[in-house]
């Protein structure tokens, strides 16, 4: 599966963002997918992610409540709605597929293809 995020950019807080993703093979929907991000100097988080049926989700504590993560098979297409968002957030955003999993994918490691990357900032 080859990812295309899209959907960044430059917003104040508590405003709000919707990230998309474009996945190019039919295999998105039998794949897991989710949403990292990695702000400067610290490492790749998980955000949030969920299983192909899009029945079974995961959200880190930091954006439990805020964001949204969903999908659409029939357009092969992720996407995550950041609301309330906050300067924490600030981060460079990945989206990701894991082949096979109805339910989600925790690691990064079980992630097989990922997209470029997708910038968002929050002004202070």
């Known amino acids: 599966v080859q990812l295309q995020a899209s959907g960044g950019g430059l917003v104040q807080a508590g405003g709000s963002l919707r990230l998309s993703c474009e996945a190019s093979?039919?295999?998105?929907?039998?794949?897991?997918v989710g949403w990292f991000r990695q702000a400067p100097d610290k490492g790749r988080e998980l955000v949030a992610a969920?299983?192909?049926?899009?029945?079974?989700?995961y959200y880190s504590d930091s954006v439990k409540g805020r964001f949204t993560i969903s999908r659409d098979n029939a357009k092969n297409t992720l996407y995550l709605q950041l609301n309330s968002l906050k300067p924490e957030d600030t981060a460079e955003y990945y989206c990701?597929?894991?082949?096979?999993?109805?339910?989600?994918?925790?690691?990064?490691?079980?992630?097989?293809?990922w997209g470029q990357g997708t910038q968002v900032t929050v002004s202070s």
């Open positions: 969920v299983g192909w049926s899009g029945g079974n989700t």
């Open positions: 990701a597929a894991s082949r096979g999993g109805p339910s989600y994918r925790p690691y990064a490691y079980q992630y097989n293809s």
């Open positions: 093979q039919l295999t998105f929907s039998t794949s897991a």
